[in-house]
């Protein structure tokens, strides 16, 4: 069997675990919500041993660093050693600012309301 050279970015994202399916890994690359090496991703982007990608996921933002090249799911073990994870860890949830919370019956947020809740999520 040849050694692989290249493989297309989403069916590394889903056989290295990040996304559930290929479909996933897909879609997500059509959103925008994967970088490679800085630079948006299509999904039939090539990787390479030593890429940067970062994905945007539901769990947060995940930086991986390329491996070894996978076109086929693996185990979770070799998964693992198929990239380098520089996710940086989860802040606690303790640490994290409870924006956009009211006290249920409240009604909408008034116009100053909303400036103050944007203000504190620094948009």
């Given at each position: 069997?040849?050694?692989?050279?290249?493989?297309?970015?989403?069916?590394?994202?889903?056989?290295?675990?990040?996304?559930?399916?290929?479909?996933?890994?897909?879609?997500?690359c059509?959103?925008?919500?994967?970088?490679?090496?800085g630079?948006?991703?299509?999904?039939?982007?090539?990787?390479?041993?030593?890429?940067?990608?970062?994905?945007?996921?539901?769990?947060?933002?995940?930086?991986?660093?390329?491996?070894?090249?996978?076109?086929?799911?693996?185990?979770?073990?070799?998964?693992?050693?198929?990239?380098?994870?520089?996710?940086?860890?989860?802040?606690p949830?303790?640490?994290?600012?409870?924006?956009?919370?009211?006290?249920?019956?409240?009604?909408?947020?008034?116009?100053?309301?909303?400036?103050?809740?944007?203000?504190?999520?620094?948009?």
């Amino acid at each position: 069997m040849a050694e692989l050279t290249s493989a297309r970015i989403d069916a590394w994202l889903w056989a290295v675990r990040v996304f559930k399916t290929r479909s996933a890994a897909t879609t997500a690359c059509r959103a925008g919500h994967v970088r490679l090496n800085g630079d948006r991703a299509k999904a039939a982007a090539l990787v390479r041993p030593g890429d940067e990608i970062r994905v945007r996921t539901g769990e947060g933002d995940r930086t991986v660093i390329v491996q070894r090249l996978l076109v086929k799911r693996v185990g979770a073990p070799v998964a693992q050693e198929a990239m380098i994870d520089r996710t940086p860890p989860p802040v606690p949830r303790e640490e994290r600012a409870s924006v956009g919370e009211r006290d249920r019956g409240a009604g909408r947020p008034t116009k100053r309301d909303r400036r103050e809740i944007e203000r504190l999520r620094g948009h």
